[in-house]
């Protein structure tokens, strides 16, 4: 039991400061040097960095499977469509981890406990991935590496804006922001590369290798940055130190436990589903642009292996397109971060969330034309580097779709912007493991042109979105339980 220098238990001296009356309570505050906004420039974006490279690293290993799926087949002897599985549950995966590590870092801290301790369960749940003895081990084990990967991510954003005052959050966000979607497009680039010359099993090998590496970064570089863990452990310190009861933090008289949060944190992003219809649609419309991401990695070997006769290093490359795409998008965000100061100077410091959907205008038709003119330069005398440039627009567009309603939902329900983001990554993530499923079928009976083209005509209709939410989202706020009004 642990006993603190005066000699009582931890058990008795929480029952101390609960007996403290509140007059007589001294309430912890972090000094200056404690906060981590005030940590130096160059170390604070050292830890954005890390904490990007490490979320690069998690998503880029949902894609990679899908370029050893024919090693898995010919392994395990199985059907192609059983290995497509590889994909779908590590993605599964990623929308069940929000829901149940939320809560946990409200408690616990961001990074002590949930990132960083989800991330050594990510090192140690890929071996068995990397030496699987049969599917049934394989499947499991992406299953539980998706949850653990998305336990990282769930936090690692909140670790990001902790380090940042609001003024200057929206760079380092968007640097953080762009990793999660940049990854799946580096993991066909990496895995086309080893699987074209090595071993199937390598690829899981050489990713176990940089999770070693992102855990040893994670560890020495990203520090806990959440306020109320701070002045929680402050507290104890103190009370450790001085024998006095009195010290404590908001955390330490904070009513509910944390069963009742999980169970809360599982069924509010569906109530937000069910019951409002913004939410609903601007979560579908991110849903079906994941879906579309991850059904690409069964529909660029398809266009590029059968039309124009890549091999699998060459098809991992045709996904520069959207990765450069994206990154062109990430480029313009200092653009974006005055354009919205200039809108808050213009309303005394405050606007309403809907600004934020003006950076999904300008760029959410680029979506469709990006898909409609790939569906229609894959025909196989059409050189292979216009469907690769047709991707670009539909990278850059994905991107700022994303980021537009990633800041509608966390300003527009500000009082419940962690279960909005919950309910968002949980419908994506349905839609990403579902699309490569009938990415196959899909192809073989509608052809390369037919395919994409459908998939081009359901951006198409959910294009209007950002533009109908725009004029209209004030007025439907009011009328939301969920909103900020």
């Given at each position: 039991?642990?006993?603190?220098?005066?000699?009582?238990?931890a058990?008795?001296?929480?029952?101390?400061?609960?007996?403290?009356?509140?007059?007589?309570?001294?309430?912890?505050?972090?000094?200056?040097?404690?906060?981590?906004?005030?940590?130096?420039?160059?170390?604070?974006?050292?830890?954005?960095?890390?904490?990007?490279?490490?979320?690069?690293?998690?998503?880029?290993a949902?894609?990679?499977?899908?370029?050893?799926?024919?090693?898995?087949?010919?392994?395990?002897?199985?059907?192609?469509?059983?290995?497509?599985?590889?994909?779908?549950?590590?993605?599964?995966?990623?929308?069940?981890?929000?829901?149940?590590?939320?809560?946990?870092?409200?408690?616990?801290?961001?990074?002590?406990?949930?990132?960083?301790?989800?991330?050594?369960?990510?090192?140690?749940?890929?071996?068995?991935?990397?030496?699987?003895?049969?599917?049934?081990?394989?499947?499991?084990?992406?299953?539980?590496?998706?949850?653990?990967?998305?336990?990282f991510?769930?936090?690692?954003?909140?670790?990001?804006?902790?380090?940042?005052?609001?003024?200057?959050?929206?760079?380092?966000?968007?640097?953080?922001?762009?990793?999660?979607?940049?990854?799946?497009?580096?993991?066909?680039?990496?895995?086309?590369?080893?699987?074209q010359?090595?071993?199937?099993?390598?690829?899981?090998?050489?990713?176990?290798?940089?999770?070693?590496?992102?855990?040893?970064?994670?560890?020495?570089?990203?520090?806990?940055?959440?306020?109320?863990?701070?002045?929680?452990?402050?507290?104890?310190?103190?009370?450790?130190?001085?024998?006095?009861?009195?010290?404590?933090?908001?955390?330490?008289?904070?009513?509910?436990?944390?069963?009742?949060?999980?169970?809360?944190s599982?069924?509010?992003?569906?109530?937000?589903?069910?019951?409002?219809?913004?939410?609903?649609?601007?979560?579908?419309?991110?849903?079906?642009?994941?879906?579309?991401?991850?059904?690409?990695?069964?529909?660029?070997?398809?266009?590029?292996?059968?039309?124009?006769?890549?091999?699998?290093?060459?098809?991992?490359?045709?996904?520069?397109?959207?990765?450069?795409?994206?990154?062109?998008?990430?480029?313009?965000?200092?653009?974006?971060?005055?354009?919205?100061?200039?809108?808050?100077?213009?309303?005394?410091?405050?606007?309403?969330?809907?600004?934020?959907?003006?950076?999904?205008?300008?760029?959410?038709l680029?979506?469709?034309?990006?898909?409609?003119?790939?569906?229609?330069?894959?025909?196989?005398?059409?050189?292979?580097?216009?469907?690769?440039?047709?991707?670009?627009?539909?990278?850059?567009?994905?991107?700022f779709?994303?980021?537009?309603?990633?800041?509608?939902l966390?300003?527009?329900?500000?009082?419940?912007?962690?279960?909005?983001?919950?309910?968002?990554?949980?419908l994506?993530?349905?839609?990403?493991?579902?699309?490569?499923?009938?990415?196959?079928?899909?192809?073989?009976r509608?052809?390369?042109?037919?395919?994409?083209?459908?998939?081009?005509?359901?951006?198409?209709?959910?294009?209007?979105?950002?533009?109908?939410?725009?004029?209209?989202?004030?007025?439907?706020?009011?009328?939301?339980?969920?909103?900020?009004?």
């Amino acid at each position: 039991m642990l006993t603190s220098q005066s000699g009582k238990s931890a058990e008795t001296a929480v029952e101390d400061i609960e007996r403290v009356p509140a007059e007589d309570s001294i309430l912890v505050t972090l000094e200056t040097h404690e906060d981590p906004q005030k940590m130096s420039a160059l170390r604070r974006w050292i830890a954005v960095f890390v904490i990007s490279l490490g979320a690069l690293c998690a998503t880029s290993a949902s894609s990679m499977a899908a370029f050893t799926e024919t090693g898995i087949a010919e392994a395990f002897h199985v059907s192609r469509e059983v290995t497509i599985l590889g994909v779908s549950l590590f993605v599964a995966g990623l929308g069940v981890g929000p829901l149940l590590v939320g809560p946990l870092s409200e408690v616990y801290g961001t990074y002590d406990y949930p990132a960083l301790i989800s991330y050594i369960l990510f090192l140690i749940f890929t071996f068995p991935i990397a030496f699987a003895p049969n599917i049934t081990v394989f499947l499991i084990f992406r299953l539980l590496t998706g949850f653990c990967g998305s336990a990282f991510l769930s936090v690692a954003g909140g670790s990001v804006s902790d380090l940042f005052p609001d003024s200057k959050v929206v760079n380092p966000m968007g640097v953080y922001t762009a990793s999660p979607f940049i990854g799946p497009t580096l993991g066909p680039l990496i895995a086309g590369f080893i699987n074209q010359n090595i071993d199937w099993r390598w690829t899981y090998r050489i990713d176990l290798c940089w999770i070693f590496v992102q855990c040893i970064l994670l560890f020495v570089f990203v520090p806990e940055t959440y306020a109320p863990v701070l002045l929680k452990k402050k507290a104890a310190r103190l009370r450790k130190q001085t024998g006095n009861p009195k010290y404590y933090a908001p955390l330490d008289r904070r009513q509910g436990n944390l069963a009742s949060a999980v169970l809360i944190s599982c069924y509010k992003p569906f109530q937000l589903l069910l019951f409002d219809r913004m939410a609903l649609l601007l979560n579908t419309w991110n849903a079906l642009l994941l879906g579309i991401l991850y059904l690409a990695f069964q529909a660029f070997p398809i266009i590029f292996q059968d039309k124009h006769h890549f091999n699998l290093q060459m098809t991992g490359l045709s996904f520069l397109g959207l990765g450069i795409g994206m990154l062109l998008a990430l480029s313009t965000l200092p653009l974006w971060n005055r354009l919205f100061e200039h809108k808050a100077k213009q309303v005394d410091g405050t606007y309403p969330p809907e600004v934020r959907l003006i950076m999904g205008q300008y760029f959410d038709l680029r979506i469709p034309t990006g898909l409609f003119w790939l569906a229609f330069t894959t025909y196989s005398g059409i050189p292979w580097i216009v469907p690769i440039i047709a991707s670009v627009p539909l990278g850059a567009g994905i991107f700022f779709s994303f980021m537009s309603t990633f800041m509608y939902l966390v300003t527009a329900y500000r009082p419940i912007s962690a279960s909005a983001m919950a309910s968002n990554s949980a419908l994506r993530c349905i839609f990403a493991a579902a699309f490569p499923l009938f990415a196959g079928p899909m192809y073989d009976r509608l052809g390369t042109v037919g395919a994409t083209a459908l998939l081009a005509g359901l951006t198409t209709l959910m294009a209007p979105l950002p533009f109908i939410f725009f004029r209209i989202g004030e007025r439907l706020r009011m009328k939301s339980p969920f909103a900020v009004h």
